[in-house]
């Protein structure tokens, strides 16, 4: 079993959609949780970063952790077709020699169409 | 602005040929990563260095993957007698405190 579910989708949504993306996670040292938004032929690059229980909101995106479920999930409101791209779930757990390393799900690949 | 750069973009090799994959993280970012993403899947861990301690080696699939960073800045992957199941894409990222930011990536085909 992997450390980090993702569902790989894909998953296909009208303009204006909300987008719901899941992860869960079976290791309850992890401490920080993090989404990453990778367009085609690019790097990930970092949306939303908490280390808490609870919701966290950025513009359209809201990031949601509950930590007693081990289950972390991204919402997109209002979709644009500029959101297209695969979404990865992060997580790491901080200190010792493994400071920063991140374990990633398998990430969902969105496109919203207009 | 720079951001985190990789070189080269794209890399062919025959099978049993060595790489050697170079990674610019950002300047002043003390922490450095490599990380492994094969088509589909999400990037997977390979290697740690804080200035030019290697701290975590734990992900190089063999021996036949080695990483350095000699002067705590420019860092270089090489991958020694390159086999099918080596192409992937290879990305670095570098990171001061918490936030990690990535380069665009080597996509690397082994024939």
């Known amino acids: 079993q992997k450390e980090v579910e993702q569902d790989p989708g894909p998953l296909s949504v009208p303009e204006g959609a909300i987008v719901s993306l899941n992860c869960t996670y079976s290791?309850?040292?992890?401490?920080?949780f993090m989404w990453y938004r990778q367009y085609s032929r690019k790097g990930p690059e970092l949306l939303m970063y908490?280390?808490?229980?609870g919701n966290k909101e950025d513009g359209r995106f809201t990031a949601q952790v509950d930590k007693s479920s081990k289950y972390i999930s991204l919402f997109i409101r209002d979709s644009q077709p500029s959101d297209s791209a695969t979404y990865l779930c992060?997580?790491?757990?901080?200190?010792?020699?493994?400071?920063?390393?991140?374990?990633f799900g398998q990430g969902t690949i969105l496109t919203v169409h207009p | 602005g720079a951001g985190v750069s990789q070189s080269p973009r794209y890399k062919v090799a025959k099978r049993g040929q060595d790489v050697a994959l170079r990674c610019d993280p950002i300047?002043?970012?003390?922490?450095l990563f490599w990380y492994q993403q094969a088509l589909g899947q999400g990037p997977e861990f390979l290697t740690y260095?804080?200035?030019?301690?290697?701290?975590?080696k734990s992900g190089l699939p063999s021996d036949r993957f080695f990483a350095e960073r000699p002067e705590g800045s420019v860092s270089t992957l090489k991958i020694q007698r390159t086999q099918q199941e080596d192409s992937a894409v290879y990305l670095c990222?570098?990171?001061?405190?918490?936030?990690?930011?990535f380069g665009p990536g080597t996509r690397l085909t082994v024939l």
């Open positions: 990222a570098s990171s001061l405190l918490d936030t990690q930011y």
């Open positions: 290791n309850s040292a992890f401490q920080y």
């Open positions: 908490t280390y808490s229980s």
């Open positions: 992060a997580v790491y757990n901080a200190g010792g020699t493994s400071y920063g390393k991140l374990t």
């Open positions: 300047s002043g970012h003390v922490s």
């Open positions: 260095f804080q200035n030019e301690a290697q701290l975590d």
